[in-house]
């Protein structure tokens, strides 16, 4: 500890380390063991956003700084940030944002309960997390220039904590706006903030190798020669696997990367698409770039699940809530869903992890007796799926470019399938390729 906050190292609670016990400071620990701090390099970095447009919400204000104070404050910081990492923010008034700002007092349900008013005033979590949590307990305010000690100033720990949800660590260099103790005023990053940021999300580009790149000259987001990266391609859903599919409103909604198609019927899509799925289910937090598990529920609400989390939105695509699939009773070892789907055979709701599925009953909110059950009781089709739907009363699975019409009664799959998905659904030329989409190549 003494060695990153620049005292001298004399292993023993001397005055210095005494004062420095009671500063206060960031909550996110000093990653500096003797390797790093060897380095040539001080700033030391975790995980950049994968995205150039990065959303924020701020949830509440503080007991002595109101909302309006605090989002003006935000926005500030971030404007700080986002010339040295060519990024773009944008605020956002519900649901679940990339970066999303609140107030709590002490334990708040994360690990890292505050402490009351002084030495710890906040904390937050590098990407894809992004949240940032202040202590509640802190006399904030908005002026530095104010000469009471007990006053904390926002802006001063939200640029610090910024640099942490944008994917930057603790610095050893006391001038940085990432070493872990509160300073003020705040007024610009450091070279080696600076540097950290560029790491992060400049690093294809061609900069120089005698001086770092000039924040003035950035283009917009780099793309590399060769690459398909290029936010105007849209894969082609004949040329292609699919995340997932799914039937919604009676429409066919079809998934891939951060795109949607939606078919009123087989070979036939619906003007205007396809869209981004953050333009459809808005509310849907950020960092969500692709839809694998999504189903409609028998009230009608839409489900999209990542990880062990999941978005609720109504049957108009506004959202209602964010929850874990704890809510439907999956066990604690289970890390995702792979896909789920609501069947016409007997009103259930099936929940399927790779080699195993779960029975669930929507109307009395209990997981039926007896489950998970193995995959193989779902005969002559190959496991894991990627999706699962019903369609005109006939329940079809499919993986990768094959799918499966399946026999609810003698509940194996029909022996004429598998069939290629492009050619059937999507009305794709026939080629060699699809010929060999009608044979089982799984388990």
Known sequence: MQAFAGLPQTGTLDPDTKQLFTKKRCGVKDIGTSSELARNRRYILQQAWTKQYISYRVVNGSSTLPKSRVEKW???GLEVWAPHGNLRFYPVDEGRADIQVTFFRGDHGDGYPFDGQGHVVAHAFPPPHGAMHFDDDELWGD???????????FFAVAVHEIGH???LSHSNVKQSVMYPYYQVPVEKLHMDDILGMQELYLKDLEESTESPVDPTSLVPRFTKADSEEDEDYIPDLCLTNYDTLQVINDRIYVFEEEWVWVLRDRHEIEPGYPKRFQDVFQGLSAHITSIKTIYQKSNGNVVIFSDRDYWEFDSSFHFIKDSTISDYSIPEDVTELTTVFLS???NKTYLIEEERYWRYDEVTSTMDEGYPKDMTMW???PYPVNAALVWKNDTYFFQGPRFWRFDNVLVQAHEYYPLPTAQVWFNCKSNTEMD???FNDGP
């Open 379 to 381: 005969r002559q089709v």
């Open 344 to 346: 016409n055979f007997n």
């Open 165 to 167: 949800a944008l994917g």
């Open 74 to 76: 935000m926005a500030a």
């Open 143 to 153: 002026n530095p220039e104010e000469d009471e000690e007990d006053v904390t100033d």
């Open 436 to 438: 060999n989409y009608t």
